[in-house]
Structure formats: C-alpha cells, structure tokens
C-alpha cells in the first residue's frame, strides 16, 4: 500500500460494489476512495476505516436518491426562487410591451372594467351602510303603522299613535327601550340676533341617545333632553347660529336659543357632531319632546300617549337575541286591545316592525320621515359594474388565447430547452398578475380624476373610504368584491396560461401546430357574451330615457312652470287677524308687475297629502266608508295651477272662515266623485258628503290632477276652504327679469311679516326631484352602456387584428385565387358578425324582463317597443362594423405576394 496515497481494505470496497447501483459505483467510489486518504493522514488509520464505512452506509439505497437530490447542483431552482421570479416579471413586461396595440387594448379595457367597479362599490356600501354606525342596530326597529278599510290597504306608513311604544314597552318584555321622534321641519332658530331659518329638528324622547350612537362634542348623553326647555344643536348649526365661537364650541353650553315664537327660550345643554351623511334620520336640532306640550299646548298634550293622533314616528329596542318574529306575531292581539279604528276612523289598524338597517334601502311606505333609496338600483348597479369588469376580464382570456398561435414556437423552444409546464403556466400567470396590477394602478388614477364627477353623477359625497369603510355591509361588499377580483384574476390568468402551456413541443417546432376547436367555440362564446351584456345595457338605457322623457311630457292636470313657493311666516301668531292680513299679502303680490297669482294651500304638488278616514255620503242608507286625501286650499288655488273645473264652481271668499266649524263646502277631484258614488260629475254638485262627523257640500269637481310622481296613482282628494299659519304660499311669476321681481316680492313680504325669515324655491325643482333616483339610475345605465361598448370594441378590435394577422397566407392564397376584397371582408367578418347575432338573442329577453321589473315602479309607464332592442342590437352592430372593418380592409387590400414570400 502507497503510504502517501492510502487505499480503503478490499473488503471495504467489495462491500461498497455490492451493494451499492451501477450506475453512480464509479463516481460514489471515487470519491469515497479521496476522502479516505483526507481522513487518514488527518485522524488516523481507525478513524478513516469508520468514516468509510458510515459513508458506504449512508449513500446506499434507498439514501442515495435522497442524496442525489438534496445535492445536486444542476437542478432547476424552485419556481418560487427570487431569481425565477424575477425572470418571469422581466418576460412578462418585454412580452406585454412588446405589442402595443395588445398593450393598450388590455390595459385600457381592464382599467375601465376596475374603475366602473370601485365606483360602484363606493355607491353601494354608502347606501348599504345606512344606520350601521348605530352600535345597538341590530335590535332597533321601527314601527309601522297600515291602514285597511273594507278590506284594502288605505295606509302603508311609519308614522303611528305617540302611545305605541310606551304601550308595546309595558306588553312586551321583549321591548327594553323605546323613542318617540315627531319631525320639525323648516323652522327658525333665533339666538342673540342671529335668524337661521329652513332648520330640520326633532323632538324625541330622553332615551333617544340610548338607543342611537349620534355622539355629543359636549353636553352629557345620559342628561340630556330631561326637561322641556333643553336643545341639542349640531355643530355646523351651533357654528351658523353663533358665528363667533371660535373652535370651542363647548363654550354654548347654556347659551339660549328661541324656537320661532316659543315664549320660552331653550337652554342650549348640548352640542352634536353633524349626523352622518349614512343615517336616515337627518336633523339639525333636537328638543326634548316634553317641549312639544308646554305653554298648555292642548293639541300636544292630548297627542302626549294618545291612539287616536298619529303625527309621530316610533323606534324599540329589543332585547339581545329576541325573535322580533315572534313579536311581530303578537302585535295582532296588540292591536285590537289598544287601537278601536272601526270606532275612531272606520279602519282596521295593523302593526308590524321593520328593522332600522332597511329603513333606506327597503321602504315603500308614504310619509317618510327622510330620503329613501332602492335596493333594486343599488344591487343592479353593483352587478352591472361586475359585468363591465368581466367583460374586460373576457377581452383578455380572447386575446391572451387568440395569441396562441403566435406564441406556440415560444412554448415549443422553452419546452426543448428543458422547461417544465409548471414553469410555463407560473411565467405566463405572472403576466396576468403584471397587467392586472398595471390596470389597477391606472384605475387608481382614473378613480382620483374622475371621482368628483362620478359624486356629481349620483349626488352623493363618496371617496375611496367607502370602498373599505366600516360596518356590517361594507365589509361584506367589500369582502365580496375582493373575491370577485382575485377570481376573475385567477381565472383570466390561469385559462390562457394551461391554454399556452399544453402544446406539444414536437408539433409545433414542425409547423403542426393548430388551435383546440374547444378553445375556439369557448372563445366565440365570451365574445357573445359581452356583447350581450352590452346589448342589454343598452336597451335598458334606452328604456329609462323613454321612462324619464314620458314623465317630463306627461300631462299631469296642473301646471307647475314658474311657481315660486315661499315659506310661511313662522314668527307669527295665528290671530284672528291672519286671514284679512294674508289675503292683503296676496293682493299686494298681484298688484307686482311680473306676478300673475298668489294663493295659500296646506299642501303643495309633490307633497304627501292629509288621510281622512270614514268619509261616506249622508244620503244612502249603509253607505259605504272611504279614506281620501284631504288639502285646505285658498281661493286663487285652482286657477293659479291651471287645474280645470269638470262641473260647479271655485270656491268664493264667503266659504272661508276662521271658525273651521262653520266651514261647510268641499271640492272633489274626478276620482273622488267617483269614489263616492256619483254617475258624473255635474251630479255630485250639490250633494253632500260627511266629513269630521258633519256634512259639507260639494260645490265643484274637477279634473284629476297629480299630487305626486307618476310612480304613484292619482287618488280621490278632498279640497277644503282653509287659511293657516303654516300654508306655504305659491306665487305664479313670469319668466323675465326674475331678479326684479324676487326682490319686490321679498320687500311686500318683510312689510307684511316683519322679522320673518324669507325663504323660496321654485316648485318644478322641487317636484322633479322625485325622480332624481330615477335620472341617476338612467346616467348610470348609460355610462355603463357606453363602457361597455368601449371595451367590448376593444377586444373585438384586438380579436380581429390578431385574426387578421394569423391568416394573411390564407388571405394571401385566395387573392392570387381571385378572391375579391369583398369576399375577403365578408369571410373575416363573417364569424363576429355571427356571434353578435346570437348576443342579440340572449340579450332581448333578459333585458326585457328586467326593464319590465323596473318599470313596474311607475303607476304610469311606457310600453317597451321591439324597435328599442332593434336599435340596441343595430349599434352593437355598427360598432363591430366599425372597429373590425379598418383592419378587414387594410388586411384585405394588401399586397397578396408579400404576404406569401414572408411565409
């Protein structure tokens, strides 16, 4: 043995050869052979024999595979390796940018699609999250009140008798807490000299910050409104009414504030933050509602816990965990121990409970006590948004996969060259993840541009927050919307990427490749289907404009163009004076140039009208019993809003009196007279009818007339010869030098009310708000049309350009064939024009039946017409004529042996 280069023992090596494969014996020994001459001169003879023969053990089977593995230094790193990353973000940009016209369109249509959805989703939760801010919501309810009367629902409404809650409270152990709200609206507040007038309160129960979470900058929750002198002031009102507070507005605490007339003052004894834009409940005062009955006020005091008036509007608390079900299943019996209507108004009363998180979104009662929204718009935007965001999501999957043809030798090459499908489906993955993150952060920038508009487009102050704001249904929105994202990511990426990683190397490095006939009739079927979302956007948006110009032309029985409505004079006494003063006031606006008519009502068009109940003829025998809304007008009123008389006469000065006992005429509409009972109208004339338990009679019927939008149905009214304090009063101007004529009638007016707040809006505005969900949900339909029609045109640009270019041999061949440039367009426009047809068909029914729910809404509506979904389905054509037909005829007109000597 050569001492210097020491050898293992035979029996050493034998045993090694034995048991070790054939295949790796000469490398393993080799080595094994030089770490035993290193152990020997370094520990010795023994400790060389050991080490080999632990060696020769530990690179035996089934260890050596193991080994292999966990040493070898030729392997492919992990696809997870920060350098595999790296390199699959590096192709997908080059791949990306590669094609700008693919770059574009991709991005464009994906930042659109993301953009339209954040939007929307800031919509939603805002009106999903109404009353979430509330931390007892999820036991507070309100109470709602329905009227039938010979079997029919007369009255759907949340304003009830003030004894409800008090009563539910002591019935039900359920019921731990309860508040009355009785509306203020439009006062005046006065402090020091200070007016403000057009000032929303309420008055509520001492338990009402109990129960709600509206949070006090100063003041003590659990004192507050004890007495009948005390009121909470919003900060912005506090800061309007007492401007020189500075920024402690804490410092008011005690101040005192006059309530228009009170002849007691208020004592300030609390500040508020301003009510969150998400609550229905909107105020800028509250006042305790024991101030309602000082000063003997009789009406109020015998309203304090009465089932016989119905003005105010009432919220429980329930008990953690109660089944307001099982409640609600009780308050039949409730009903019929407290509330006699048969006896009081010739009803039949019924209670039922509505949760407070649906009291915006879910109401179709009257008499709310606050704006509403609909639930039907907010979740149909939402799904619309989604659509426009998937068919961006399906321009991609058409486009990524219609490029398979050009990337198949790139698969083929990197497949020969070792790489493994994994590989491949990752790198292309991380090229939807690259374009969806580039479209978000462009979205991001849309979204800060373009946000303004959007907020001025659903009148509401909406920000990114929203998108990620707090409460039960935000967060579930939210929650949703990331999940939708994530799998649309998911999808959009994963498909092309098992698409483009499934060719067979072999066939596609010998030109045999060619696209999978599922792929293709998938494709074709994405293709129809934004077109169909866009057929029906489309219609649907034709529709509401149809819906929206009908109810803009409708006649409504009045006319309400330059009508100016001024605020009553609330800082005055309802003397026996008020009458002659008021009917002075409207003689002396008369005598102003540019005036035509003045008049008093209790009511004016587009507001909810007074429910009399028990209103019968006195000349039959059994006569039956009706409930009809009732409006006190003055003289001038009928002719001030054109409204025509069918038969008899107007009323005449002589039927007003101060007294309202000695008030005996009435005017009825056309419905009312009907209602009643008379074959015509010029029979009801002089007959009578009983109302408030006495007759009156009828002087005139006229026509029917819209009290309110054409959602509603026009209904029997009564009209009554009434003059009050609190009757706004309506002044029919003409249309030039209306700045003149503004300051003449506010001169008249401060002459005649002096220290009164002048206030006035013009009634067409204020009727056509109305329909002011109506008209957001129109411009939110036709901007999703026209989004939709954007990116589809972008995808279908891109899918033609793609096919265009994939079959210029083809093109090539029939042209040398004599293929004329005709046949040629019609052969590459053929397929698309053929997929919009079928997106047509799917398109008309669906839109059909949803546009029919919606117009359901309307107690008037439009007919929806077969030529609507003609034109919707002829413009989805004209634009696929237009964007595939430049590259259809630059493809079609090129020179056929160009296209063959590159091939």
């Not at 996969?401 to 070792?418: F, N, P, Y």
């Not at 019927?701 to 010869?721: A, L």
Request: net charge positive; aromatic share 12%.
């Amino acid at each position: 043995m050569n001492k210097s280069h020491p050898n293992p023992p035979r029996w050493a090596h034998w045993l090694l050869t034995k048991l070790h494969p054939s295949d790796t014996l000469e490398e393993v020994a080799g080595d094994l052979d030089e770490l035993y001459t290193y152990w020997y001169h370094r520990a010795g003879p023994s400790q060389a024999l050991l080490r080999y023969l632990f060696n020769v053990a530990s690179v035996l089977s089934p260890f050596v595979r193991r080994r292999r593995r966990q040493q070898t230094y030729h392997q492919s790193p992990s696809i997870l390796h920060p350098v595999m990353l790296r390199n699959y973000l590096f192709i997908a940009w080059r791949n990306s940018t590669r094609n700008k016209l693919y770059f574009l369109i991709n991005h464009a249509g994906l930042a659109i699609g993301m953009t339209a959805c954040i939007f929307m989703v800031e919509y939603a939760n805002f009106e999903l999250s109404y009353d979430t801010f509330n931390q007892q919501a999820g036991d507070l309810y309100r109470v709602v009140n329905d009227r039938y009367q010979d079997g029919k629902r007369v009255q759907h409404s949340p304003m009830t008798y003030s004894a409800v809650g008090q009563a539910m409270r002591h019935e039900f152990p359920e019921v731990i807490n309860h508040t009355r709200v009785a509306p203020l609206a439009s006062r005046i507040l006065i402090a020091d000299d200070q007016k403000m007038g057009k000032q929303n309160g309420m008055a509520v129960d001492p338990s009402f910050f109990g129960m709600f979470s509206y949070q006090l900058i100063a003041g003590n929750r659990d004192l507050v409104l004890r007495e009948p002198d005390e009121i909470i002031l919003s900060e912005s009102c506090a800061r309007k009414l007492f401007p020189d507070v500075g920024s402690n507005v804490a410092s008011l605490i005690g101040r005192l504030v006059n309530l228009e007339r009170s002849a007691v003052p208020y004592k300030l004894t609390g500040i508020c933050y301003d009510v969150p834009d998400n609550s229905h409940l909107q105020f800028d005062f509250l006042v305790a509602y024991s101030s309602l009955y000082r000063g003997g006020n009789r009406y109020w005091k015998s309203a304090d816990s009465s089932f016989t008036e119905s003005y105010f509007y009432h919220y429980i608390q329930l008990k953690p965990g109660s089944d307001p079900k099982r409640l609600e299943a009780q308050l039949p019996g409730f009903s019929q121990r407290y509330f006699r209507g048969n006896k009081v108004t010739g009803s039949t009363e019924k209670f039922s409970l509505q949760p407070l998180l649906k009291a915006h979104l879910y109401s179709d009662f009257g008499a709310e006590i606050g704006k509403t929204g609909n639930a039907t718009i907010v979740w149909g935007a939402l799904l619309s948004a989604l659509l426009i965001l998937s068919i961006a999501w399906i321009n991609y999957i058409n486009l990524a996969t219609a490029r398979a043809v050009e990337r198949a030798k790139e698969v083929g090459i990197r497949k020969s060259s070792g790489a493994t499908r994994t590989q491949l489906v990752f790198q292309f993955f991380s090229e939807s993840l690259l374009s969806n993150f580039l479209s978000m952060l462009l979205a991001a920038g849309l979204i800060y541009f373009v946000q303004a508009r959007f907020n001025e487009l659903v009148q509401r102050n909406l920000s990114i927050h929203y998108v990620f704001g707090e409460g039960l249904q935000s967060n579930s929105v939210t929650f949703g919307l990331l999940l939708i994202i994530l799998s649309g990511i998911c999808i959009a990426g994963f498909y092309p990427a098992l698409v483009l990683s499934s060719f067979k190397p072999v066939d596609v490095l010998k030109g045999k490749f060619s696209t999978s006939s599922r792929g293709v009739i998938l494709r074709k079927a994405l293709v129809s289907g934004q077109f169909a979302v866009t057929i029906a956007l489309v219609a649907g948006s034709i529709i509401i404009y149809q819906q929206m110009r009908y109810a803009a032309q409708k006649p409504l029985g009045l006319t309400l163009s330059q009508v100016l409505v001024i605020s009553p004079p609330q800082l005055l006494e309802n003397d026996s004076s008020f009458i002659t003063r008021s009917r002075s006031f409207k003689e002396e606006l008369k005598n102003l140039v540019h005036v035509k008519a003045a008049t008093n009502s209790g009511r004016i068009p587009g507001e909810d009208l007074h429910r009399m109940f028990d209103v019968h003829r006195p000349d039959k025998l059994s006569s039956p019993r009706f409930a009809v809304n009732n409006m006190s007008i003055g003289e001038d009123f009928l002719d001030l809003y054109d409204i025509k008389l069918l038969a008899g006469r107007n009323f005449r000065s002589t039927d007003y009196n101060e007294d309202l006992s000695k008030v005996r005429t009435t005017l009825l509409n056309e419905s009312a007279a009907k209602l009643f009972g008379f074959p015509t109208a010029s029979e009801a004339v002089g007959k009578s009818i009983i109302l408030y338990e006495r007759p009156y009679e009828i002087v005139g019927v006229t026509h029917d007339f819209h009290q309110k939008s054409i959602h509603h149905p026009v209904e029997p009214v009564v009209m009554m010869p009434n003059y009050s304090l609190y009757n706004p009063i309506s002044v029919k101007v003409e249309p030039n030098e209306l700045t003149t004529t503004l300051a003449a009638i506010r001169q008249v007016y401060d002459r005649f009310f002096p220290g009164n707040v002048f206030a006035y809006r013009f009634l067409d505005d204020q009727f056509n708000e109305q329909y002011n969900a109506d008209r957001v949900v129109g411009k939110v339909f036709a901007l999703f049309a026209g989004l939709a029609v954007l990116i589809a045109a972008l995808g279908l640009l891109g899918l033609s350009w793609l096919a265009t270019r994939q079959r210029t041999r083809e093109i090539g061949v029939r042209k040398v064939l004599g293929a004329s440039v005709q046949n040629i367009v019609l052969l590459l426009s053929g397929d698309f024009l053929g997929l919009i047809l079928i997106a047509f068909l799917v398109a008309v029914p669906v839109a059909w039946f949803v546009m029919q729910r919606w117009l359901t809404g309307f107690a008037y509506r439009i007919s929806i017409n077969a030529w609507v979904f003609v034109a919707a389905g002829g413009l989805a054509l004209l634009i696929a004529l237009i964007t595939i037909g430049y590259q259809t005829l630059k493809a079609a007109n090129a020179n056929p042996v160009k296209s063959l000597r590159s091939e």
